[in-house]
């Protein structure tokens, strides 16, 4: 890999992969929609087709790194977006990362992804990335990476939400009360930049999914966090609500990837 355009720098997951990609010598240019933050980015509204397929025919990428993540405009990139990129790439690597699409134990990479309705949870964001996925699954040579929830600190010292957010009740001392039975897989930023940098390096072609392979309570991931850091984890109380158990299969990136994913506890 040469040459490498990341769709979505300025995220979080997108500017850990720009700043690892930089810091190795790869040719790299990066997008951002509204705030710019670090790195030499473009600016490049995504619904603006035309101007991403100039700006791909420009820049002529060995790979293409999709990290854009937005909840509310998810479907309308799968519809309008997506398609025109397939249509146009031909044999370009296209790395997409999707997320978790279903809500069940030990989810291989062939389970079938759950269309939430109206009433649910960010059903914009998860039912677009769905749509997305069988967009991409008519590339020519694509990796659609299904990771975890993602945390830790990126290369410029950024936390990730969930970790500002506990920190707030730490500084506060407010309580705050997270699920002991709500089940979930994660990955470090920084874990997760790597393996994705070594697909973009490989011929794999399919879906992955990429998590640690202990799956943890919110709870359990909140009390982590704070060992972590080194805060106090006085805050926290933990509380049980309808059981939710969801979490990733990890033995096609165990057997696929050199890359090491630890884990948080």
């Not at 100039?54 to 309008?80: G, R």
Request: hydrophobic share 35%.
């Amino acid at each position: 890999m040469k040459r490498a355009l990341i769709i979505g720098a300025s995220g979080f997951l997108g500017g850990t992969i720009y700043y690892k990609l930089n810091n190795i010598g790869v040719n790299v240019l990066g997008t951002y929609s509204s705030q710019k933050k670090q790195g030499e980015y473009v600016k490049l509204d995504v619904l603006d087709t035309g101007r991403l397929i100039e700006l791909i025919k420009d820049y002529n990428p060995d790979v293409i790194i999709w990290t854009v993540m937005n909840h509310e405009l998810e479907e309308e990139i799968a519809e309008k977006v997506m398609p025109v990129i397939r249509d146009t790439i031909g044999n370009i690597r296209f790395i997409f990362m999707s997320t978790s699409v279903a809500y069940e134990k030990n989810m291989s990479e062939d389970v079938q992804p759950y269309l939430r309705s109206e009433d649910m949870y960010n059903y914009h964001y998860f039912n677009g990335k769905i749509k997305s996925e069988n967009v991409i699954k008519t590339m020519q040579n694509y990796c659609i990476v299904r990771p975890g929830s993602i945390y830790g600190t990126d290369p410029y010292g950024e936390m990730d939400m969930r970790s500002r957010l506990l920190k707030e009740h730490v500084d506060s001392g407010e309580k705050y009360i997270r699920a002991s039975n709500i089940i979930f897989s994660v990955v470090e930023v920084n874990e997760l930049a790597d393996a994705v940098i070594e697909l973009a390096n490989s011929d794999y072609i399919g879906i992955i999914n990429v998590s640690e392979e202990k799956p943890v309570s919110h709870y359990d991931f909140n009390k982590a966090l704070c060992k972590r850091y080194g805060w106090p984890d006085d805050c926290l109380e933990a509380y049980e609500e309808s059981e939710n158990i969801y979490y990733l299969n990890n033995d096609l990136r165990k057997r696929l990837l050199k890359t090491r994913i630890g884990s948080i506890i």
